[in-house]
């Protein structure tokens, strides 16, 4: 009895949705819109994003022995390929620590089309990171054993089942499964993408995943800013704030169990729904010797062999018609580095025609009206924003800022119609909670000197506007009219491509409840009035 009411009540609230939204979802066609700020709940959302506990049951150790943990799927290029990945092993932190020997667990993925038969067999190859201290007090940490094996030859589209570990060591997995993407083509898509960044591993980081889960996602793309492991000492004690909190720490310190606790928090998604990272600020995890961004190097596998760039940092693959191109702002981005060189290439060779849609994403966001990391980006998009422009990219991804945020079409801080959507989803949920001002606020536009990350860029290249309505200046007095709609609440945003041209883009806040949206609209890619460079144009025109 019970359960049918609750059904019913359920049923109700799914067809006001539908009634809400059928056939008055907005269109980017209707665009450019009158900018919306959604006012914020003070009083409901100004308590803290506290981590779960090392004694929470789900980021404790459950393995035993060399038995693989912390498993994860990841994609390849395309879509005949996946990477498998996870941990066996136990982490070490302290004093006079001794890394594990990679190569004494071998790194094997048996799979197949059915759960009986696995009747294929993929190697690939392990390795261990530490992380360095070389300062009186700290602690040193080295990682369990990291395997990453990559499965070739496999069907579009389809599921396959797997168990990973080393056999001989009597240590295989539980059975998983993960599903390929679509053949890429202009009539494939996957049904939906869940997109978000700034994760981190707080109660509202794991409400922000059962969202996300309640979504049934076939593709998790994380934005940059995982475990926030950086705002802790190596001593185990944390911070909302590290930099107002120690001031005193030769170097910024990290306490790397965390990163194990995220991979044991997000195993039940990960084995079973492909995710792609890209790296953020709180990755870099400087230790000693200069070394940096060692854990998100070794934990996550990155097509960068794949796709051509040999480099964890920056790099694309296809999801059905979909070319996603993932880019670095904490390594060059100048048009004579590697990485834009590698971009220059990978843009040109897109097929449009095969991969209608082209989505850019990296950390920090160009087109942010919150004060905080307003315009930090700016030497990134000074280099780059005219090449992503002229190769017609539809939507760009970032994350950084702990907010929502969905742009009209812009393109050099002018509404073009042509320009991509940019939307930021740096809600996840992390420690340092919410991002509530907005640079165009009474008082807050800061300081042009303020803005510059040092990790980004040594320059400052952030300057006052010279036209446009904010001409003069350096912030807006109102929301921007770039700014189509923001709101500070946390929570995660949902793909669903439908066709060549028309793609629906939901934003989910973690206090509504499942399966409702927050933000919605139709994405549409307007073929003929935008003609840029693509592949298959060139082609027209040397024949
Ligand atoms: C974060 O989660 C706590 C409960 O754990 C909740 O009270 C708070 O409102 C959440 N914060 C936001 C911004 O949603
Ligand atoms: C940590 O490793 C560094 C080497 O980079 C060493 O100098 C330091 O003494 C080690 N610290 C501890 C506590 O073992
Ligand atoms: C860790 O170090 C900090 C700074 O020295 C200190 O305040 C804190 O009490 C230490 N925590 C533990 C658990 O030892
Ligand atoms: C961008 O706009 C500025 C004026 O605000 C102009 O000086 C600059 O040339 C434009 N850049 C491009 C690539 O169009
Ligand atoms: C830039 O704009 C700010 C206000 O946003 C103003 O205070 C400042 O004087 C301007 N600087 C220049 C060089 O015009
Ligand atoms: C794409 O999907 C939209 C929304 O369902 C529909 O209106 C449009 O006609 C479709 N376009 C093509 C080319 O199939
Ligand atoms: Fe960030």
């Given at each position: 009895?019970?359960?049918?009411?609750?059904?019913?009540?359920?049923?109700?609230?799914?067809?006001?949705?539908?009634?809400s939204?059928?056939?008055?979802?907005?269109t980017?066609l209707d665009g450019?819109f009158e900018?919306?700020?959604?006012?914020?709940d003070?009083?409901?959302?100004?308590?803290?994003?506290?981590?779960?506990p090392?004694?929470d049951?789900?980021?404790m150790?459950?393995?035993?022995?060399?038995?693989?943990?912390?498993?994860?799927?990841?994609?390849?290029a395309?879509?005949?390929s996946?990477?498998?990945?996870w941990?066996?092993?136990?982490?070490?932190?302290g004093?006079d620590?001794?890394?594990?020997?990679?190569?004494?667990?071998?790194?094997?993925?048996?799979?197949?089309?059915?759960?009986t038969g696995?009747?294929?067999?993929a190697v690939?190859?392990?390795?261990?990171y530490?992380?360095?201290?070389?300062?009186?007090?700290?602690?040193?940490?080295?990682?369990?054993?990291?395997?990453h094996?990559r499965?070739?030859?496999?069907?579009?589209?389809?599921?396959y089942?797997?168990?990973?570990?080393d056999?001989?060591a009597g240590?295989?997995?539980?059975?998983?499964?993960?599903?390929?993407?679509?053949?890429?083509g202009?009539?494939?898509?996957?049904s939906r993408?869940a997109?978000?960044?700034?994760?981190?591993?707080?109660?509202?980081?794991?409400?922000?995943?059962a969202?996300m889960?309640?979504n049934?996602p076939?593709?998790?793309?994380l934005i940059g800013?995982?475990t926030?492991?950086?705002?802790?000492?190596?001593?185990?004690?944390?911070s909302?704030?590290?930099?107002?909190s120690?001031?005193?720490?030769?170097?910024?310190?990290?306490?790397?169990?965390r990163?194990?606790?995220?991979?044991?928090?997000?195993e039940?998604?990960?084995?079973?729904t492909?995710?792609?990272?890209?790296?953020?600020?709180h990755?870099l995890?400087?230790?000693?010797?200069h070394?940096?961004f060692?854990?998100?190097?070794?934990?996550?596998?990155?097509p960068s062999?794949?796709?051509?760039s040999?480099?964890?940092?920056?790099?694309?693959f296809?999801?059905?018609?979909?070319?996603?191109i993932m880019?670095?702002p904490?390594?060059?981005?100048?048009?004579?580095g590697e990485?834009?060189?590698?971009?220059?290439?990978?843009l040109a060779?897109?097929?449009?025609s095969?991969t209608?849609?082209?989505i850019?994403?990296?950390?920090a966001?160009?087109?942010?009206t919150?004060?905080?990391?307003?315009?930090?980006?700016?030497?990134?998009?000074l280099e780059?924003?005219?090449l992503l422009?002229?190769?017609?990219?539809?939507?760009?991804?970032?994350?950084?800022?702990?907010?929502?945020?969905?742009?009209n079409r812009?393109?050099?801080?002018?509404?073009?119609?042509c320009g991509p959507?940019?939307i930021t989803?740096?809600?996840?949920?992390?420690?340092?909670?919410?991002?509530i001002?907005?640079?165009?606020?009474?008082?807050?536009?800061?300081d042009?000197?303020?803005?510059?990350?040092?990790?980004l860029?040594?320059?400052?290249?952030?300057?006052?506007?010279?036209?446009?309505?904010a001409a003069?200046?350096?912030?807006w007095?109102?929301?921007?009219?770039?700014?189509a709609?923001?709101?500070?609440?946390?929570?995660?945003?949902?793909?669903?491509?439908?066709?060549?041209t028309?793609?629906?883009?939901?934003?989910?806040?973690?206090?509504?409840?499942?399966?409702?949206?927050?933000?919605?609209?139709?994405?549409?890619r307007?073929?003929?009035?935008?003609?840029f460079r693509?592949?298959?144009?060139d082609?027209?025109i040397d024949?």
């Amino acid at each position: 009895m019970r359960f049918w009411k609750g059904f019913a009540l359920v049923g109700v609230i799914l067809i006001l949705l539908e009634e809400s939204f059928s056939g008055s979802i907005p269109t980017t066609l209707d665009g450019p819109f009158e900018p919306v700020t959604s006012p914020l709940d003070q009083i409901k959302f100004r308590g803290f994003a506290v981590d779960l506990p090392e004694s929470d049951q789900r980021v404790m150790r459950q393995a035993k022995g060399f038995e693989p943990e912390q498993i994860s799927v990841s994609l390849s290029a395309t879509e005949d390929s996946v990477w498998i990945s996870w941990i066996t092993g136990e982490s070490q932190i302290g004093e006079d620590i001794e890394p594990l020997d990679p190569a004494s667990v071998a790194s094997i993925v048996y799979f197949g089309r059915k759960k009986t038969g696995l009747n294929r067999k993929a190697v690939g190859y392990s390795l261990v990171y530490s992380q360095l201290f070389p300062f009186e007090g700290f602690k040193n940490y080295t990682s369990g054993i990291i395997h990453h094996v990559r499965l070739t030859g496999l069907k579009p589209g389809t599921r396959y089942f797997y168990r990973c570990g080393d056999p001989s060591a009597g240590s295989m997995s539980n059975l998983h499964s993960f599903k390929t993407m679509p053949a890429s083509g202009p009539h494939n898509y996957p049904s939906r993408i869940a997109i978000v960044g700034d994760l981190g591993l707080t109660y509202n980081s794991t409400s922000t995943v059962a969202h996300m889960q309640s979504n049934n996602p076939d593709l998790l793309l994380l934005i940059g800013d995982v475990t926030y492991s950086d705002l802790y000492l190596t001593n185990g004690t944390g911070s909302d704030c590290y930099h107002c909190s120690f001031n005193d720490t030769p170097i910024h310190e990290s306490y790397q169990p965390r990163w194990d606790y995220w991979g044991r928090f997000m195993e039940p998604l990960l084995s079973e729904t492909p995710i792609m990272v890209v790296e953020g600020n709180h990755e870099l995890e400087e230790q000693g010797h200069h070394k940096t961004f060692e854990a998100y190097k070794s934990r996550f596998a990155f097509p960068s062999v794949e796709s051509g760039s040999n480099s964890e940092f920056y790099y694309s693959f296809n999801a059905g018609g979909i070319h996603f191109i993932m880019l670095g702002p904490y390594i060059s981005f100048k048009r004579s580095g590697e990485q834009y060189k590698w971009l220059e290439g990978d843009l040109a060779n897109v097929d449009r025609s095969v991969t209608p849609w082209l989505i850019a994403t990296w950390h920090a966001p160009w087109y942010s009206t919150y004060r905080a990391h307003y315009r930090e980006a700016e030497c990134m998009r000074l280099e780059m924003e005219e090449l992503l422009y002229t190769y017609g990219v539809d939507i760009v991804f970032n994350g950084h800022v702990h907010a929502y945020e969905r742009s009209n079409r812009v393109y050099n801080y002018t509404l073009d119609e042509c320009g991509p959507v940019h939307i930021t989803v740096g809600d996840g949920g992390n420690r340092e909670n919410l991002a509530i001002s907005h640079a165009d606020d009474p008082g807050n536009c800061p300081d042009p000197a303020s803005t510059r990350d040092p990790h980004l860029s040594d320059n400052v290249c952030a300057t006052n506007f010279t036209v446009g309505p904010a001409a003069g200046k350096f912030c807006w007095d109102r929301q921007p009219e770039y700014s189509a709609y923001r709101e500070g609440s946390f929570g995660h945003g949902i793909l669903e491509v439908l066709n060549e041209t028309y793609a629906l883009w939901t934003w989910h806040r973690n206090q509504d409840l499942y399966n409702t949206a927050g933000d919605v609209i139709y994405i549409v890619r307007e073929t003929e009035k935008c003609l840029f460079r693509t592949k298959s144009q060139d082609d027209t025109i040397d024949c």
